[in-house]
Every structure is written in C-alpha cells, then in structure tokens.
C-alpha cells in the first residue's frame, strides 16, 4: 500500500515535471514595441508600454496563442525623435524572434522608422501615426490602427464653426509631419466655406516645438482676432501656448487636435486655464463602449491604478491584439503571410477599440472623432 502511494506521488511529480518542460520548450510569440519610452513625449509612451503589456497578459491568461505560446512585448526607446526612431527599428529588425512590431508615436519618428520596417520586410502597426501621407507611399508591411488627419480636418470644419459660431479661423502648428499634416488637412476641408465667404481664415502659421517661448507668434496671432484658434501639434507645447496666450491677452476658444490635451497638458497648464480648452480626438479610453474595452480598462486600472488619458496608447494595445490575433489564424510567424492576411482578411476583429479592419493602403477603417472640452475638475469629457 504504501510502495503503491509512493509510485503514485512519484507518476504525479514526473508528469508534472515532463508537463513543464513540455511548456517550457514552446518559446514565445515576441511582439516588438517601439515607442518614446523618454524624451518629450515619455507620458504617452509609459502609456503605450504599460498597455502594451495588459494586452498581452490577457492574451497569455486565456492560454495565449499557436496552442499555448505567451505572448512577450520588447521595448525599444526612440525618444521621440526621427533620427532615433531610425535605430529603434534597426535595433527590432535585427532581433530574429521580433515577429512584428507596434511602432510608434509620432508621425515624422514613424515615417523614418517604417522605412526600414519595410526594406528589411517586417511588418509594423503604427499607433499614434496620423499623416495621411503614411499610408499612400505602397509600403507593403506597413499598418495603422488609429485614424487619419484628412477624416479629422473635416471633423473640425463639420463641427467647430458651428459651435463656437466662428467665422474667423487661426490654425497654428508645430511643423512636424503630423502637426503640419492636420493643419493643412483641416484648411482644405474649410475651403469650401471659404470660398462660400462662410469662414475666414486668419491665421496660418508654425511655432517651433521644444521652445519655451511663443509670445512672439502668439503676438500675430492675437492681432488677428480669432473667432476659435486651432493648434494640431503636442500636448507640451499646447499647455505653455495656452498659458502665455491668455497672459497677452488671446481669450478665443482653444481647440487642439488630438495629440495636445491629456492629462499631463492640464498638469502643466493648470486646472485654471485648462479647462473649458477643447480637443478633436478619437474616442477616449473611457467613451468606448465594448465588452474588450471594459476587459482590458479594468485589468489597467488593476495594476496602475487609473486608465490611460489619451486614446493613443489603447490603438497600441490593439495592434499588440491584432499581430497576436493575425499569428494565431494563420499559425504563421511570416511577415509575408501576416501583411497579406492584415490587409486581405482582417474584417471587422473585436477590438478594445472596435471593430478592426484595414484598406488595402493599410488604414484603419471606419475611426470616428468626438469634440472634447477639459470641465471644471480637469477630466476630460465629450463636449455637449
């Protein structure tokens, strides 16, 4: 009896044994993300790591993909910057096991950064990636799960007009391939009000980021009397705009594009003059309505505390569920198979931020845009 227990304990242990091993010989699904871990814009990319990460510990707690591989996020730091945005991918595409990147934040960073996605034939997901021009260079590997600046530029001129009543329009950016790319996106979809005489356009002009000071642009700019004063670039520069222009003076509404308010622009601008400052932007993380969104946000707010105040890092999440989702349906890790099932049959995948499918460009479908407004506490809300 007592020799039948212990072959028995011994059978448990073996298969326990010969059970981990087994597990331990299927090697992870790595998932490069590349990011501004640092530098400028270091806020939104802890933000995309630490969504990142959610994401693919939520894949991993339901078994993970290719019949139990986990998926494993590995980060590299661009700082924010084209030229490092460069090495970054270099960096990825040298690591063999890298099957596919998220990459990144920061148009004019991305647009250096695809380019080498694409030689060395890896595919990549971008972000927080905006310029239409992206998507019309016939890169192969290259994807987006978030919108373009073109749909947000007629967002602007269907809606802000109308509700500030504005007939006198200052746009002002920042000059990198976003900033500059929304402001004349959205001054050609105003062109048809003015050429109707409905609007005007008062202003049109680049301040230079990473300055402190602007009060020389926003100078002219005042001299303009705008009616509503649009600024597309970053969220740095939005608060310290913001701040010197009501100290000159400039008491138009301020409406940024959708990388110029979060939380840390009111931290920085203060509760003060932050509020009642606008935003076109994609839904944020807490107006999205599905059953992934309400999953992960939980599972964020679990581990950090509160969720992510700008839509960006959740589009990250997502291209972490769609290269793990794309590797899974096709049992391939093979940058061919994969661009070609992303841009043929990815149709309509649940995601944390809808339903997912790319044209054949590599765009997201169907992304839509909401007027946000600081309130009184410094949340950020849907504008009524």
Request: charged residues 25%; contains cysteine; glycine residues 8%.
């Amino acid at each position: 009896m007592k020799i039948s227990k212990v072959l028995l304990v011994l059978g448990v242990c073996l298969a326990v044994v010969a059970s981990s091993a087994f597990a331990a010989d299927k090697k992870p699904v790595v998932i490069g993300l590349q990011g501004p871990i640092t530098g400028p814009w270091a806020y939104e990319g802890q933000m995309a790591k630490q969504s990142c990460e959610i994401a693919a510990a939520l894949i991993n707690q339901k078994g993970g993909i290719l019949d139990g591989r986990m998926v494993e996020i590995r980060v590299v730091d661009d700082a924010g910057e084209p030229k490092t945005g460069a090495l970054a991918a270099q960096k990825l595409v040298g690591q063999k096991d890298v099957v596919a990147s998220v990459s990144t934040y920061g148009s004019s960073v991305c647009e250096t950064a695809s380019t080498i996605y694409e030689k060395f034939k890896k595919v990549n997901i971008g972000y927080g990636v905006t310029a239409v021009r992206l998507t019309q260079r016939d890169f192969k590997y290259f994807f987006r799960t978030c919108g373009r600046d073109d749909s947000q530029g007629r967002f602007f001129a269907d809606t802000v007009p109308a509700k500030f009543n504005a007939k006198r329009i200052a746009i002002m950016h920042d000059n990198t391939a976003f900033g500059k790319g929304l402001a004349e996106d959205t001054k050609k979809a105003l062109d048809a009000m003015v050429q109707a005489g409905k609007v005007e356009i008062v202003y049109f002009d680049a301040i230079t980021p990473g300055e402190k000071d602007f009060r020389v642009s926003l100078t002219q700019l005042r001299e303009t009397k705008p009616d509503a004063w649009y600024f597309t670039g970053y969220y740095a520069e939005a608060a310290l705009l913001v701040t010197q222009a009501r100290e000159i003076g400039i008491t138009c509404p301020f409406i940024g594009g959708n990388a110029a308010i979060n939380d840390e622009f009111v931290k920085i601008a203060g509760l003060d003059l932050a509020k009642g400052c606008y935003m076109t932007n994609e839904p944020l993380p807490s107006d999205l309505p599905y059953p992934q969104a309400k999953e992960f946000l939980k599972a964020y707010k679990d581990k950090y505390g509160e969720i992510p105040s700008s839509p960006w890092p959740i589009y990250a999440a997502d291209a972490v569920n769609i290269i793990a989702y794309a590797v899974d349906k096709t049992k391939s890790t093979n940058s061919d198979v994969l661009a070609d099932y992303l841009r043929d049959k990815v149709d309509g995948v649940p995601g944390i931020t809808g339903p997912i499918g790319f044209t054949a460009q590599g765009d997201r479908e169907g992304v839509p845009f909401y007027l946000y407004v600081v309130d009184d506490q410094g949340h950020i809300v849907v504008s009524k």
